[in-house]
């Protein structure tokens, strides 16, 4: 993984297929994991891209679908929750991720009894993983993790730990964004096009990784180092870069 530069991605054009993160790069992060949404603004953005695009956009989130779904209430695009756990595919087709469930039940109730002693520290139960957030106590962040470590020490390798900004979260292995991005390639109306991953987290770079690897255009979001061949500042740019493209589509013959 090295730093990329700061340049702006070329602008976007309707025969790529474009998968996006939400949190920190459609929408602005939360203390809250449920306390925030789409506004009008970038789901007009969003909705415009489908449209032009011809329906090849999808989302790509550690949130669940059900969540996703809230945040964007009046879309309902293709998307992957919980990293890809859970897929909604363009024909609105649901699949998931089998494993041994049962195994988080113990961890949930851990957690839980964790949680209530520890000011700041907030639980959040996707169903399918669990993530524990640590934005509002930051002095936590290494007994978070060293938490989630052994926790998932106990519970076998059906299950990794995945970190993310000021949360760790553990869930069942062997999907990630990548290999949603990859599924997605396979399917109409993504199939055949140039994909496209923007995104600013650790997870992200699944995601960014796959989208290299098919020569596409990976878009870090925000600093930090990235295997993103392209940057945009903040949530903001990523709304005028597809403001940008969108006027460019209006304009072509």
């Excluded at 449920?34 to 090849?56: E, M, N, V």
């Excluded at 195994?103 to 964790?114: H, I, K, N, P």
């Amino acid at each position: 993984m090295t730093r990329s530069g700061d340049h702006a991605p070329p602008p976007p054009r309707p025969d790529w297929a474009y998968f996006f993160d939400i949190d920190g790069t459609l929408v602005d992060l939360s203390d809250s994991p449920t306390g925030t949404s789409l506004d009008a603004d970038p789901r007009q953005l969003i909705a415009a891209l489908y449209r032009t695009a011809a329906g090849a956009v999808a989302l790509i989130s550690g949130r669940s679908i059900a969540d996703i779904d809230r945040m964007a209430y009046d879309l309902r695009l293709p998307a992957a929750g919980q990293h890809g756990i859970e897929r909604r595919d363009a024909a609105g087709r649901m699949s998931r991720h089998a494993f041994p469930a049962e195994e988080l039940d113990w961890v949930r109730r851990e957690l839980a009894t964790t949680v209530a002693s520890h000011q700041g520290l907030v639980l959040e139960d996707k169903g399918l993983s669990l993530a524990l957030h640590y934005r509002r106590a930051p002095r936590l962040a290494s007994y978070a993790h060293r938490l989630m470590r052994s926790l998932a020490s106990r519970v076998g390798s059906q299950y990794c730990v995945q970190a993310g900004k000021r949360i760790v979260e553990m869930k069942p292995a062997g999907r990630d964004k990548g290999v949603a991005v990859e599924e997605f390639m396979q399917e109409a109306p993504f199939r055949g096009r140039t994909p496209v991953f923007v995104g600013d987290d650790h997870t992200d770079e699944y995601g960014f990784a796959t989208v290299n690897r098919l020569h596409g255009h990976s878009i870090k979001v925000g600093r930090g180092r990235t295997a993103a061949r392209w940057r945009l500042r903040d949530v903001r740019a990523v709304q005028t870069w597809l403001q940008q493209g969108l006027a460019t589509a209006a304009v072509d013959p």
